[in-house]
């Protein structure tokens, strides 16, 4: 008996194991195609229309026109754009609920405004340049907090 | 006769593709066709709403892709079942069995 709830605990631990390291693979992914937009959303293209193209060379093997073959695969494809935007946004999208993190980020983010500006207002001044960094600083730390809060908002269609 | 095609209901589309990909490494185009041929062509599936599926598939963690050169020597990005994904399939199915199980019951019902 022991030796069989060791092995569950084995079995449970590996699964444990496999699963985290499919989050982290997932969530560097996400990542890199935040940083690479672009790159991503040629290489979700590339896929697509090479789908469309095995589509219409079988389409021409049943017997149609290259012209007939080529509407018929875009018609079973469906809404390409519609598709290729859905693959971006699901390969943008972290593999977990981010709403926590963000939370927080927002909190550290309007700490941080708040103790500048109380930082610009306590120092004594000697100068107007150090005034203004100092007041750039805040300006900074502000806008990257209606940035965030702005991403964060659901987009409605 | 024409055979007309059931469309598919909602959360099944992902267990086809873990299925398809069960049987080994394939591209889109090729899951697409696996299910059509594994299903007798009776399923009606929009081929564009493969990808957005395999998208969330792999983002689980349960299929991975890679690109590599297709039969036809063009490149391709292939998908395959994870250990986890596996898994899921499984699990899938049993939830599926039930589900079929007791409908059918709830339909046979006098």
Known sequence: ?157 | MAKSKAGLLQGTLDMLILKALSLGALHGYGIGQRIAQISGDALKIEEGSLYPGLYRLEQRGWVQSEWDVSDNNQKAKFYKLTRAGRKQLILEERNWERLAGATMKALRAS
Do not use: Y
């Open chain 1, 1 to 157: 008996m022991g030796a069989a709830r060791g092995r569950d605990h084995e079995g449970a631990a590996r699964e444990l194991s496999v699963r985290t390291m499919s989050r982290i693979r997932a969530t560097i992914n996400s990542i890199r195609a935040r940083l690479h937009h672009d790159e991503i959303a040629r290489e979700v293209e590339t896929e697509l229309r090479l789908h469309v193209e095995m589509r219409t060379r079988a389409n021409i093997e049943a017997g149609m026109t290259p012209d007939e073959a080529q509407r018929a695969a875009l018609q079973s494809f469906g809404d390409f754009d519609n598709v290729k935007a859905s693959c971006c946004e699901i390969r943008r999208s972290l593999p977990f609920d981010s709403t926590p993190l963000r939370m927080g980020l927002h909190i550290a983010i309007a700490a941080l405004a708040g103790a500048a500006a109380l930082w610009t207002v306590n120092t004594p001044h000697h100068s107007l340049s150090s005034l203004l960094s100092q007041l750039g600083f805040v300006a900074v730390l502000t806008c990257l907090f209606v940035i965030a809060r702005r991403n964060q908002k659901p987009h409605r269609q």
